[in-house]
């Protein structure tokens, strides 16, 4: 019991320290189309290095590009558009005036690589590009950005329509359809080590962009280190737990306060996971975000169950309807989280963080649990209907849940 508290606890403060370890700043300038910055705190300090930017947006988009700068003209833009293959295709263009931006092939065109988490993911619902610039401080035409900036200009453009599908970078784009811009604090968007801040447990290189001396390519989604929600552990085993040692203890101030930790766990979990949305860009988009945010709410109601069932039994020393509506109540919850675990995985799949070892791990650990569940809620049936059952064993078991 006191293992299983401990390992969700330190993978929740895990969770916590990985989140913190990168502040990115971003920006969603229209619905479902963002962009994220994050410079090295090395970057920074010397106004030159690597930069790291983030363009997401969904599949019915023809392409999204992010630039540099207040205005096209003289831009450092760098597009992105599906290569038909699952991934996306970066491509590095200088802005114009009145035509559409070309592939810069300068010796000062950006370099860029595309990192791990990049590709088509959720589900082929989006495109996304995680990137590494190793120049974007400067570029032609007298462009410059301060890295330690506290309003850094950008801008971004975007056109719905069918997917490019090509590696091309100078391939034709068509007009956008609309435009957008803001100022990035750059101060505010440090990350501590130079490497990918955009997904968890990262490792530079993961896509197969054509490295910092190239400028730009295509690159593998992931590479099996997308999102890692590590907030799971505070939501998925203890409160089930609590819920199975209620009549192995038969005491229910212990099982009041193992829960009422477990509520708190709850929270903390719920909290990480926000973040974790907010970081991904996915917010309320997904069913597993919606549906885990409906069960939360819904836990609420569970505690104030718990005690009404106390103070009836402890009234009348026997089960009343509001025992059993608290009693099935929590394991309609248990089930629904359960579900909405599953569907955390899939959702961590679908963004590159895991494979079917994932799948299996979650699988076993429910069925244990569940499989348990069951075993000690068959024995505390059977002993009762033996007949054994006098006033304190009846209270013993009159908060099993």
């Known amino acids: 019991m006191f293992s299983l508290r401990r390992s969700a606890v330190l993978s929740a403060l895990a969770s916590y320290a990985a989140l913190t370890h990168a502040a990115t700043q971003q920006t969603c300038p229209t619905t479902d189309v963002c962009f994220a910055v994050g410079v090295p705190q090395a970057s920074a300090s010397s106004d030159s290095g690597n930069i790291y930017f ?17 205005q096209m003209a003289d831009s450092n833009m760098f597009v992105m558009y599906q290569d038909g293959s699952g991934n996306v295709t970066i491509s590095p263009r200088q802005g114009t005036n009145h035509q559409m931006p070309v592939l810069d092939t300068s010796g000062t065109a950006a370099r860029l690589t595309l990192l791990a988490g990049s590709g088509v993911v959720d589900g082929g619902k989006t495109m996304r590009a995680n990137i590494a610039c190793a120049n974007c401080n400067a570029w032609a035409n007298g462009g410059a950005m ?73 690159g593998a989604p992931g590479g099996g280190e997308g ?37 708190v766990l709850m929270w903390v979990g719920f909290g990480l996971g926000y ?29 104030i169950g718990g005690y009404l069932h106390h103070q009836y039994f402890v009234k009348h020393q026997t089960r009343g309807p509001v025992s ?5 109540y929590g394991r309609a919850l248990m089930i629904l989280g359960v579900i909405n675990g599953g569907l955390g995985i899939e959702l961590v799949r679908n963004n590159g963080g895991g494979g079917t070892g994932l799948i299996v791990a979650y699988s076993v650990v429910a069925g244990v649990i569940g499989l348990l569940y069951i075993a000690v809620k068959s024995f505390t049936s059977f002993r009762k209907r033996r007949g054994g059952a006098g006033p304190g064993a009846r209270k013993e078991m009159s908060n099993a849940s």
Not at 165 to 191: C, E
Not at 324 to 328: D, L, N, R, T, Y
Request: glycine share 14%; net charge negative.
């Open 146 to 218: 301060q890295l330690s900036s506290t309003s850094a200009p950008w801008i971004a453009a975007w056109k719905a329509g069918d997917s490019l599908a090509t590696t091309d970078r100078d391939a034709s784009i068509s007009r956008h359809d609309d435009v957008g811009s803001w100022s990035f604090d750059l101060s505010q968007a440090t990350v501590s080590s130079d490497s990918n801040p955009f997904v968890n447990d990262q490792q530079n290189g993961g896509g197969s962009g054509s490295g910092f001396g190239g400028n730009g390519g295509s």
């Open 54 to 70: 983030q363009l997401s947006g969904p599949t019915t988009y023809s392409w999204i590009a992010l630039g540099t700068g207040t």
């Open 275 to 303: 973040v974790l949305s907010q970081k991904n860009f996915i917010g309320f988009k997904e069913t597993h975000t919606t549906f885990g945010t409906v069960i939360v709410c819904l836990m609420v109601l569970q505690p």
């Open 227 to 263: 999102p890692r929600h590590h907030h799971g552990p505070g939501l998925c085993g203890p409160v089930p737990v609590g819920s199975i040692l209620m009549p192995v203890l038969g005491n229910w101030i212990g099982h009041a306060a193992f829960q009422f930790f477990n509520f």
């Open 324 to 328: 059993h509506v608290h009693i099935w």
